[in-house]
């Protein structure tokens, strides 16, 4: 009766917590109810409904996806535009405000057709994904550039070496310009100039802001960041998300800014200020889910016959560590940690590195993951022996432990004393199998992160899989593949998920029975529950966790070989619980 107790209740655990996760998921990241929405009832924000978000993020809703193209394509038809073109991004300057609010990355496809467009950063002011950057000033007694100045340009197409400049004359005898150059990578200098030509002395104050949607927010995850983002005082700040501005409404983060902006699982766009200068850096939601981040520096007054300059930057593109670290070493302070390291970054870069190199070598993905968990787990493997060593030892002992707790079992601490006394007659040591698996625990999460927050993985193939960076598209539910459509959340079981589930199983079933009959069977249950709770995760960490696995299951074949009396022992305990069944 009490087996059938512990059996309900392992259950009764397991069910809940495969159904509280999936709770939990829904209402950390709720789903709107209706996914297709006419174009027109996405006219106004206050008939939105609620923002879908996926895990890379852009437009989920197929209404905004259409009312996008459409937008942006009625937009960039405007002659008021000068074009970008670059290494690695293209796109146009709005000549009306002088606004950078069109920019693809060159280098990533929005997804794995073969005709997929390029992933767009910046769409123009009203669009449904609308992210754009202006630089400007704030003037308390001149008549400044607006949004609705149209601005003259020099210089015809902003590529790599190839400057652009916009003026503007305010006919009160200040000039204004705006000197714009790109490297070859993602940023973009903006040197702002004003010229006082008049005759008494002026007060401006230069800024830069990006002002942005949070519809194509990425989900904000536990392990990486989505929302706004910087680093005030030498130190990032991952704490700020969309929910914070609305019910704040603006936030001033202590400390110098050496940059700030908006991030995305992916993506990032920030601004960088003027070397050796601190401007006022702040967030704000501005309604409708659109939210700005700005820095404006101090007021400074230009004397009639002077001039004023500040160099500004901005990077709009991909979070590829090599290239923010790149700049980090050219001086802009953290700029490696707008990609959410954590606490283990000391062991991610390595791992990236790792991955990069292996990737370069064999030219798959899915064959790096698994290569790189068969170094990961080589080198790991000494620690795995003595953890496994110190299991023989303890399970030698166990007949002895309890002739000792049935001796002793109405005198506790009497029973302490004397097994404190077995274990060092007997060289014992009852945490040594615990020490090894602390140290294991910060490397093989680091190699979790790694895969979550590597853009190198996206969009890159394995056998079946198409991205590596998303859920396994072959599920049962669509007969792996065969059916056109995606089975929703934890219900979606891939083929990846089922080996998860097989293999943790198996090596479940290799361990020493629990001597708790209700830990056993919550051990029993544990991995088909983790089976549904990662079938939504990235197909290139189920890779990773499967490899481990069978691994795992290797590791345990060779070490029980080694230590005969443990495998006897485990396989007396397999042949008493059939026993016991039957």
């Known amino acids: 009766m009490q087996d059938h107790r512990n059996i309900l209740l392992a259950i009764l655990l397991s069910v809940l917590l495969l159904f509280g996760w999936d709770a939990a998921m829904n209402y950390l990241y709720p789903q709107p109810e209706e996914v297709?929405?006419?174009?027109?009832?996405?006219?106004?924000?206050?008939?939105q409904v609620a923002a879908q978000h996926s895990r890379t993020g852009g437009l989920v809703d197929p209404a905004e996806l259409a009312r996008e193209k459409v937008d942006v394509a009625q937009a960039l038809a405007s002659p008021d535009r000068v074009r970008i073109d670059s290494p690695k991004v293209a796109g146009s300057i709005n000549l009306r405000g002088a606004v950078?609010?069109?920019?693809?990355?060159?280098?990533?496809?929005?997804?794995?057709?073969?005709?997929?467009?390029?992933?767009?950063?910046?769409?123009?002011?009203?669009?449904?994904?609308?992210?754009?950057?202006?630089?400007?000033?704030?003037?308390?007694?001149?008549?400044?550039?607006?949004?609705?100045?149209?601005?003259?340009?020099?210089g015809g197409v902003l590529g790599q070496g190839r400057p652009v400049t916009l003026r503007h004359d305010n006919g009160q005898g200040q000039q204004f310009a705006i000197r714009l150059t790109i490297d070859d990578n993602y940023m973009i200098t903006a040197q702002q100039s004003v010229a006082n030509v008049g005759g008494a002395p002026i007060v401006v104050q230069p800024f830069g802001l990006i002002n942005r949607t949070s519809r194509t927010a990425s989900e904000d995850l536990w392990v990486a960041h989505s929302g706004p983002i910087g680093v005030f005082g030498d130190a990032a700040d991952y704490d700020?998300?969309?929910?914070?501005?609305?019910?704040?409404?603006?936030?001033?983060?202590?400390?110098?800014?050496?940059?700030?902006?908006?991030?995305?699982?992916?993506?990032?766009?920030?601004?960088?200020?003027?070397?050796?200068?601190?401007?006022?850096?702040?967030?704000?939601?501005?309604?409708?889910?659109?939210?700005?981040?700005?820095?404006?520096?101090?007021?400074?007054?230009?004397?009639?016959?002077?001039?004023?300059?500040?160099?500004?930057?901005?990077?709009?593109?991909?979070?590829?560590?090599?290239?923010?670290?790149?700049?980090?070493?050219?001086?802009?302070?953290?700029?490696?940690?707008?990609?959410?390291?954590?606490?283990?970054?000391?062991f991610e870069k390595p791992f990236l590195w790792l991955l990069k190199n292996i990737f370069a070598l064999v030219g798959n993905f899915g064959v790096a993951i698994i290569l790189l968990t068969i170094i990961v787990r080589g080198a790991m493997f000494p620690v795995a022996q003595k953890q496994f060593a110190s299991m023989a030892s303890m399970k030698a002992i166990q007949p002895k432990m309890k002739a000792l707790q049935e001796k002793y079992k109405d005198d506790r601490q009497k029973q302490q004393q004397e097994i404190m006394a077995l274990y060092k007659r007997e060289k014992?040591?009852?945490?040594?199998?615990?020490?090894?698996?602390?140290?294991?625990?910060?490397?093989?999460?680091?190699?979790?992160?790694?895969?979550i927050l590597a853009i190198e993985m996206r969009h890159r193939d394995f056998l079946w899989i198409k991205d590596l960076s998303a859920p396994d598209p072959a599920t049962i539910l669509n007969l792996f593949g065969l059916l056109p459509f995606q089975p929703p959340g934890f219900l979606a079981i891939g083929v990846l998920a089922l080996l998860l589930g097989f293999t943790m199983w198996l090596?479940?079933?290799?361990n020493p029975n629990m001597g708790d009959p209700i830990q056993q069977q919550i051990f029993n249950i544990m991995p088909w529950i983790l089976m549904f709770v990662m079938a939504p995760f990235a197909a290139g960490l189920l890779l990773y966790w499967v490899t481990s696995n069978v691994l795992t299951l290797a590791q345990q074949k060779y070490l029980y070989s080694k230590h005969p009396k443990l495998r006897a022992q485990a396989e007396k305990e397999q042949a008493e619980e059939a026993a016991a069944k039957a």
């Open 507 to 510: 090596t479940f079933k290799l």
């Open 36 to 47: 297709a929405r006419t174009v027109e009832k996405v006219d106004t924000p206050s008939e």
């Open 240 to 346: 700020i998300d969309y929910s914070t501005l609305d019910e704040d409404g603006r936030v001033t983060p202590q400390g110098r800014p050496s940059w700030l902006g908006f991030t995305d699982i992916y993506w990032l766009s920030a601004l960088v200020p003027q070397d050796g200068t601190s401007p006022n850096a702040t967030f704000r939601p501005l309604g409708g889910e659109t939210y700005r981040s700005d820095m404006i520096y101090e007021p400074v007054t230009v004397p009639a016959g002077s001039s004023l300059s500040t160099t500004s930057r901005l990077y709009a593109g991909a979070k590829d560590s090599t290239v923010l670290d790149s700049y980090q070493d050219a001086g802009i302070a953290q700029f490696g940690l707008a990609i959410d390291w954590g606490w283990f970054r000391w």
């Open 100 to 154: 950078i609010d069109d920019i693809v990355l060159k280098d990533y496809d929005e997804n794995t057709d073969a005709d997929s467009d390029p992933v767009r950063l910046f769409s123009p002011r009203g669009t449904p994904a609308q992210q754009f950057a202006q630089f400007g000033w704030v003037g308390s007694n001149i008549a400044v550039p607006d949004a609705d100045t149209v601005w003259e340009a020099e």
């Open 428 to 451: 014992v040591n009852p945490v040594a199998g615990c020490l090894p698996m602390l140290l294991q625990i910060p490397i093989f999460f680091a190699l979790y992160k790694v895969l």
